[in-house]
Nanobody, 125 residues
């Protein structure tokens, strides 16, 4: 049971990146699970960015990324995406995808029980 995040890299301010989070492992499906993206900058706590319910019908965004980031999912591909536009230097961090505990609607890290390994995003000014 694994989540594999990818798509990070170095980008100039104002640019865009698209992160992917793919699930793998025997019988491990993201179907029916709420999914989220977090980030953690050096010396800071892990920050909730966005969540999406099991079928993509409901999303919630933190104020820091609302209007710039978009979460989506493709359950057939067992993958969740994070489109990041208008990137700023303060978006520099390691980005993590995570699977919510079944039935949980919380945004704290403890509400999520399976985590990807993280992908690094660096935004230069």
């Amino acid at each position: 049971v694994q989540l594999q995040a990818s798509g990070g890299g170095l980008v100039q301010a104002g640019g865009s990146l698209r992160l992917s989070c793919a699930a793998s492992g025997r019988t491990f499906s993201l179907y029916l699970y709420r999914m989220g993206w977090f980030r953690q900058a050096p010396g800071k706590e892990r920050e909730f960015l966005v969540g999406v319910d099991w079928n993509g019908g409901r999303t919630e965004y933190s104020a820091s990324v609302k209007g710039r980031f978009t979460i989506s999912r493709d359950n057939a591909k067992n993958t969740v995406y994070l489109q990041m536009n208008s990137l700023k230097p303060e978006d520099t961090a390691v980005y993590y995808c995570a699977r919510s505990r079944l039935g949980s609607v919380g945004s704290g890290p403890n509400s999520f029980d399976v985590w990807g390994q993280g992908t690094e995003v660096t935004v230069s000014s």
